[in-house]
């Protein structure tokens, strides 16, 4: 036994105590799906960007409404201003409020842009979201057959063993009895020491497909798993033929970078339009003391203090119109206009992409519909061979070569099968991840 072998086989048996002192978690396929979208982080990570995007498209929304702010200042100045007219300005103590409302009236259609875009990324967030479902539900579909399907090649290596052993102990007693020669014990020792070595490795795959689906399932690797199927399906899904290409979150999402770009267009035209913004407000200020020399009737000076309070309201309508930037506004519309060509064609080239995929999806399925009706054949075969052969050998009408030729024949057609039934159900997911049905 090699070291891999060995530490595949140690690994295999450490899962086994595991299991042994744990209760499994019974899965079928549906429950497969289930567990991995609640636990899975790319899921979660998902669900934020959809949760952020709504928060974009209400904080784009806010940019309709008017705007409310509002200010205090307070000042203390020594010494006191004087003046060469004999005029004291005293600041201290003084204070300055305000409160403003500004509301755009005309923006050159940047708001209701933005609004879009926002309604975009909202939509782009949606879609992302679903294309991370439909991977994570695929990943977790393909780790749950791969698994079924080496739990089936345990039981076939079982078999194929005992198939040996039965051999062998017909051997060894027709060899006690002179009816065979010690040479075709030899042959089946050495074919009994290859099918425990293949065993012996076919449970150290078992052991790391088991945890490749708990990986994909987003649970412990050491959480023992019972499979519910024990026979790999092989039906074609209904309606192989039909399909919507504009139900892909792909296409969903091309079509949104399309209208993006228009939006973006929207919004480089309106830098260079008038901007048209309501302003009006309340202010108020005080505690400011103003001292002068006041000349009297009869011609003395006396000073006069004055306080100064004020308060009122002012409104305001401002008009900004750009009048001259050497082009520039046409030219970034223009730049802006071809990202917009860029995406269309992105739209065309991809599409034929994707529906290439879903058609190559398709014959794939059809193919390894074919392989799997062509394996069962080669297994009935196989099978029919190896009783007869068998029911040959226990009569001495054959020799030992021809039986065991017959046993790594059905060995092989069991293994084909099984190969070809897991590689159908990858291909149906892929079918199904590339129609969006998953």
Do not use: C
């Given at each position: 036994m090699t070291l891999i072998t060995q530490r595949l086989y140690a690994l295999a048996v450490a899962s086994l105590i595991i299991r042994l002192a744990a209760p499994a978690i019974t899965i079928d396929e549906a429950r497969a799906v289930e567990m991995a979208l609640e636990n899975s982080k790319e899921m979660k990570m998902a669900q934020n960007a959809v949760s952020q995007a709504a928060l974009n498209r209400g904080i784009a929304r806010t940019a309709y409404l008017p705007d409310f702010s509002g200010s205090a200042l307070g000042i203390w100045r020594a010494p006191d201003s004087q003046s060469d007219m004999g005029i004291t300005l005293r600041m201290r103590g003084v204070y300055m409020a305000g409160i403003s409302l500004t509301q755009p009236?005309?923006?050159?259609?940047?708001?209701?842009a933005a609004n879009k875009l926002a309604g975009i990324g909202q939509t782009v967030a949606d879609q992302q979201l679903r294309q991370t479902r439909i991977n994570v539900s695929a990943n977790?579909?393909?780790?749950?057959?791969?698994?079924?399907?080496?739990?089936?090649?345990?039981?076939?290596?079982?078999?194929?063993?005992?198939?040996?052993?039965?051999?062998?102990?017909?051997?060894?007693?027709?060899?006690?009895?002179?009816?065979a020669t010690r040479n075709q014990l030899l042959r089946i020792e050495a074919r009994r020491s290859s099918v425990v070595y293949q065993q012996e490795q076919v449970a150290g795959g078992a052991e790391l497909c088991r945890m490749a689906l708990c990986t994909a399932l987003g649970l412990p690797?050491?959480?023992?798993?019972?499979?519910?199927?024990?026979?790999?399906?092989?039906?074609?899904?209904?309606?192989?033929?039909?399909?919507?290409?504009?139900?892909?979150?792909?296409?969903?999402?091309?079509?949104?970078?399309?209208?993006?770009?228009?939006?973006?267009?929207?919004?480089?035209?309106?830098?260079?339009?008038?901007?048209?913004?309501?302003?009006?407000?309340?202010?108020?200020?005080?505690?400011?003391?103003?001292?002068?020399?006041?000349?009297?009737?009869?011609?003395?000076?006396?000073?006069?203090?004055?306080?100064?309070?004020?308060?009122?309201?002012?409104?305001?309508?401002?008009?900004?119109?750009?009048?001259?930037?050497?082009?520039?506004?046409?030219?970034?519309?223009?730049?802006?206009?071809?990202?917009?060509?860029?995406?269309?064609?992105?739209?065309?080239h991809n599409a034929d992409l994707l529906d290439l995929q879903v058609k190559q999806a398709i014959?794939?399925?059809?193919?390894?519909a074919e392989l799997?009706?062509?394996?069962?054949?080669?297994?009935?075969?196989?099978?029919?061979?190896?009783?007869?052969?068998?029911?040959?050998?226990?009569?001495?009408?054959?020799?030992?070569?021809?039986?065991?030729?017959?046993?790594?024949?059905?060995?092989?057609?069991?293994?084909?099968?099984?190969?070809a039934q897991t590689q159908l159900r990858i291909n149906i997911v892929d079918y199904r991840s590339a129609t969006a049905t998953l």
């Open positions: 009236i005309f923006a050159g259609g940047k708001i209701i977790a579909i393909v780790a749950y057959w791969s698994y079924v399907a080496v739990l089936a090649k345990v039981d076939m290596m079982e078999s194929y063993r005992a198939l040996v052993d039965t051999a062998y102990r017909q051997t060894l007693a027709a060899v006690d009895a002179g009816m690797n050491d959480t023992p798993v019972a499979i519910a199927d024990s026979v790999i399906p092989s039906e074609l899904p209904d309606g192989l033929e039909s399909y919507d290409l504009d139900n892909r979150p792909e296409m969903q999402l091309l079509r949104a970078d399309i209208e993006a770009k228009r939006q973006q267009v929207r919004m480089a035209r309106a830098d260079f339009l008038p901007q048209v913004v309501l302003q009006g407000g309340w202010s108020a200020y005080g505690n400011m003391k103003l001292t002068m020399m006041q000349q009297l009737p009869d011609g003395n000076y006396m000073p006069v203090t004055q306080k100064i309070n004020e308060n009122g309201w002012n409104i305001m309508l401002g008009v900004q119109v750009p009048i001259f930037h050497w082009g520039e506004g046409l030219k970034k519309v223009k730049h802006a206009k071809l990202d917009v060509d860029n995406a269309l064609l992105s739209l065309d014959t794939n399925v059809r193919t390894g799997v009706r062509s394996a069962n054949t080669a297994v009935s075969q196989a099978e029919a061979a190896l009783n007869s052969t068998s029911e040959a050998y226990s009569l001495g009408l054959t020799p030992i070569t021809d039986l065991l030729d017959a046993q790594a024949q059905w060995h092989s057609a069991r293994a084909n099968l099984i190969e």
